[in-house]
């Protein structure tokens, strides 16, 4: 019930953004929510996926001025240099890893609060969605790669005003983090670009019948470029396309569905979308993760971590959709709809489902240091490890 609630207080926080979005109310709100995204993810103590292998690794690192020092130990390391440095830095100033969850969080949902409005008026709107669409995975599982996508994701507003140099160097500090980062680089020159409605829907729809009929082409090629790219990338590919965990087709599912629901709605509003402010870019991010879901249906892990860079686009579009409605019941209806369609993404963490069984109950690392007892991390960490591999089955 707990991320239920937090949910709840975020929409009705988004309903004011809604009523009441000049400056300062604006401001005032997303700041709240911010500070509660923050709180969640930062202070979760054996809460949470891949804890405890965030856990091991950051008892691996030498210590800052060792890697300053010795900078080529950065290149023998399990993790790229940017996150390397920040676990070091933490370990030297005498942190945990709970000082990095909270460290790691604070940036990310900074940067995403920061960039929200620079692209929407209903910024905590951005907010409810990243919570309900992206938020459980990259901040409490991927928290590498959500500093990586909260910063391209930064980057984003120095494409329309052409400033090359801030965004680049946005998505080279992200590279650091995560290596995928890197396709943002050549996206510089093609986001915002304007097409007709019906070639996006001709190529996703494409995609579509393609992951229905099931007709393998992918993991061939993905298996071929990955031993192009030398012995450690050729084996992380196996993995991900040979375990029985990973390898798995993405089938017909809910998601399938509102995805394609999503896409239609948009697609009927694009013209007054392409009048705002980086409306064609958030657009054409969010067709690039739809694009990844259906034709990488063979590769369902690599597609889902792929996607998250592209579908961030998606916390600002929806708030976007809001704005071109000219009444305010159409907004407050549309804010229903995306209530619901967020909802429906992490109903398992807010449902209590046994595949989340490493979310409930939320355990807070303030409160447990305050009242120590036996924490149950890692019995439901297995848990929901077991629940997650018998649903791949």
């Given at each position: 019930?707990?991320?239920?609630?937090?949910?709840?207080?975020?929409?009705?926080?988004?309903?004011?953004?809604?009523?009441?979005?000049?400056?300062?109310?604006?401001?005032?709100?997303?700041?709240?929510?911010?500070i509660l995204l923050i709180c969640i993810a930062g202070l979760r103590y054996e809460t949470g996926g891949d804890w405890d292998t965030y856990?091991?690794?950051?008892?691996?690192?030498?210590?800052?001025?060792?890697?300053?020092?010795?900078?080529?130990?950065?290149?023998?390391?399990?993790?790229?240099?940017?996150?390397?440095?920040?676990?070091?830095?933490?370990?030297?100033?005498?942190?945990?890893?709970?000082?990095?969850?909270?460290?790691?969080?604070?940036?990310?949902?900074?940067?995403?609060?920061?960039?929200?409005?620079?692209?929407?008026?209903?910024?905590?709107?951005?907010?409810?969605?990243?919570?309900?669409?992206?938020?459980?995975?990259?901040?409490?599982?991927?928290?590498?790669?959500?500093?990586?996508?909260?910063?391209?994701?930064?980057?984003?507003?120095?494409?329309?005003?052409?400033?090359?140099?801030?965004?680049?160097?946005?998505?080279?500090?992200?590279?650091?983090?995560?290596?995928?980062?890197?396709?943002?680089?050549?996206?510089?020159?093609?986001?915002?670009?304007?097409?007709?409605?019906?070639?996006?829907?001709?190529?996703?729809?494409?995609?579509?019948?393609?992951m229905l009929a099931g007709i393998p082409w992918i993991q061939t090629i993905f298996l071929t470029v990955a031993g192009w790219l030398g012995?450690?990338?050729?084996?992380?590919?196996?993995?991900?396309?040979?375990?029985?965990?990973?390898?798995?087709?993405?089938?017909?599912?809910?998601?399938?569905?509102?995805?394609?629901?999503?896409?239609?709605?948009?697609?009927?509003?694009?013209?007054?979308?392409?009048?705002?402010?980086?409306?064609?870019?958030?657009?054409?991010?969010?067709?690039?993760?739809?694009?990844?879901?259906?034709?990488?249906?063979?590769?369902?892990?690599?597609?889902?971590?792929?996607?998250?860079?592209?579908?961030?686009?998606?916390?600002?579009?929806?708030?976007?959709?809001?704005?071109?409605?000219?009444?305010?019941?159409?907004?407050?209806?549309?804010?229903?709809?995306?209530?619901?369609?967020?909802?429906?993404?992490?109903?398992?963490?807010?449902?209590?489902?046994?595949?989340?069984?490493?979310?409930n109950p939320y355990q807070n690392y303030i409160e447990y240091k305050i009242h120590p007892r036996p924490s149950t991390g890692k019995q439901?960490?297995?848990?929901?490890?077991?629940?997650?591999?018998?649903?791949?089955?």
């Amino acid at each position: 019930m707990f991320y239920l609630i937090c949910f709840g207080i975020l929409f009705l926080l988004a309903l004011l953004n809604v009523q009441m979005h000049d400056r300062l109310s604006s401001q005032l709100l997303s700041g709240l929510s911010a500070i509660l995204l923050i709180c969640i993810a930062g202070l979760r103590y054996e809460t949470g996926g891949d804890w405890d292998t965030y856990a091991k690794l950051f008892a691996t690192f030498p210590s800052f001025s060792r890697l300053i020092g010795h900078p080529v130990e950065l290149f023998h390391l399990q993790v790229e240099e940017g996150f390397a440095l920040l676990n070091a830095f933490i370990k030297s100033l005498g942190g945990t890893v709970q000082h990095l969850f909270f460290v790691v969080t604070t940036i990310n949902i900074t940067l995403i609060a920061c960039a929200l409005p620079k692209f929407t008026k209903y910024p905590v709107v951005g907010l409810l969605c990243y919570y309900g669409l992206l938020y459980f995975q990259l901040e409490m599982i991927y928290i590498r790669q959500a500093t990586a996508v909260a910063l391209c994701f930064f980057a984003l507003q120095y494409i329309r005003p052409r400033r090359i140099v801030p965004y680049l160097l946005f998505i080279l500090l992200a590279c650091t983090f995560h290596r995928v980062a890197a396709l943002m680089i050549p996206l510089y020159f093609f986001l915002d670009r304007r097409l007709p409605e019906w070639l996006y829907l001709s190529i996703i729809g494409f995609g579509a019948i393609l992951m229905l009929a099931g007709i393998p082409w992918i993991q061939t090629i993905f298996l071929t470029v990955a031993g192009w790219l030398g012995e450690n990338y050729a084996a992380k590919a196996e993995i991900y396309a040979e375990n029985a965990m990973f390898a798995v087709n993405r089938g017909l599912s809910i998601g399938f569905i509102l995805n394609l629901a999503i896409l239609i709605v948009v697609m009927f509003f694009k013209r007054k979308i392409d009048e705002l402010p980086n409306g064609t870019i958030m657009l054409n991010m969010f067709a690039l993760s739809l694009v990844l879901y259906y034709y990488c249906f063979e590769l369902v892990e690599v597609s889902n971590r792929t996607r998250m860079f592209f579908l961030i686009g998606i916390i600002a579009l929806l708030p976007m959709v809001l704005e071109v409605l000219p009444l305010f019941l159409e907004r407050l209806a549309g804010m229903l709809v995306i209530m619901l369609y967020c909802f429906s993404f992490s109903r398992g963490i807010f449902l209590e489902a046994p595949q989340a069984a490493a979310y409930n109950p939320y355990q807070n690392y303030i409160e447990y240091k305050i009242h120590p007892r036996p924490s149950t991390g890692k019995q439901r960490l297995e848990q929901s490890k077991k629940a997650f591999r018998n649903e791949r089955k």
